[in-house]
């Protein structure tokens, strides 16, 4: 355990919702205004309406360094200054309170640090949300960046999510230094899925330049993703219904059959 | 298609998020403002600060007649009042937007009534933040509840998903008429976990009456939760980090390592 002052102030991780303030909870808001310091990924805290942070401390560093970033809020925590560690989306999925914790228990900190977590609206939530009705069913989140999880885990993962009939969320689908994971992703689903089955394909969800593409598992295009994209695949029973995609709610009840 | 009047209002699908209205999105209260009609479950609308309800109209039922609920809300929308449904948590996670859908669908609606979803917090990220970080690597949603799903699919689904290593989130774990699935869920967990994998129990997240237990697969007590609970499976690397459930980011990456 390290040497520590005598009042450590909290560490708060804050999911900041999909990237418009309007989809950023007042508890978030809260959170922030409350803290001295705020550490994240640049284009994180360029969604933050700059008045929030106004006389605030920012760590701020590229996405490669969030060890880095996530120890630097530590650091400033244990001194004592309250701070906060913003991520888009919700703080806890593929997020930074996962990190944040490893840090405080590498370090012995976890019963002096206080440490806290606000939830936020997630990526998956924000894409469903454009695109319909698509996660009215079970399904699985599976993330295809290789950089701390062995590409044949990915796979396998993958494999047993579509083939167990989940919807497939699609995180980290594709970027420069690994292009065709993505094509990977949608071979995989062919395997397991009728050439109709939607794809929704979703990019800066609720942020300037928003692009939303609905179409089928035989007609998307994996160059269209990139790291600011989260795709979702359906499961055997989604439709699209007009200009939406629809997972029904069960097996039991048939389109078309009245209660 | 119906005889439709000259001008449908909007229905618009809204998730409340957990349950206190500090973890409500600002785009959330807005919709809400802007309907003159509410439907939801009563519990879901008592969520709802009640001066934010003042002179709209309500449409409430009990948790079954949500099919007659969402068909009275489309029929507020297509006789030209602003309806908003609503749900706790996001819209759209086992949850209302898919209904409202399929709902516009059989009676051709599609394209006559506008139809948006305002996505919310949902349940899994609520109890993720009460518990620490349990998911920062993939993980699969699964709902216990046989009213739509036949329980062998159910069954077949879960055990992909454990076996896959997926943490597993578990939706409706156990309720009067089935007592038995969230204790099947365990047992199944049993063969694909170690007796020390951390399972997170949260009831009421954010709520008055709020309960958070931290336990491991040895000690979990089916009988302590109920419908108003959400569970949470650790995967063969999540943990218990002093009072925090985690689970590390990757699997190329050991505990202790530092970059």
Known sequence: MEDTPASPAPLTVIGLGPG????LTPEAR???????CV??????L????????AGKRRISSGMRQERERCAAAVDAALAGEPTALVSSGDAGIYAMAGLALEILEERGLLEIVPFSVVPGVPALCAAAALLGAPLTHDFACVSLSDLLTPLDRIRARLSAALEADFVCVIYNPRSHGRPDHLGMAFDMARKHRAPSCPVGMVRKAYRPGQEVILTTLAEADPRWADMLSLVIIGNSESRLAGPYMLTPRGYARKPGKTA
Chains 1, 2 share one sequence.
């Open 30 to 36: 809260a959170a922030l205004e409350a803290c001295a």
């Open 39 to 44: 550490a994240g990924y640049g284009l994180y």
């Open 46 to 53: 360029d969604l933050i309406p700059p008045e929030w942070l």
């Open 20 to 23: 418009d303030a309007s989809l």
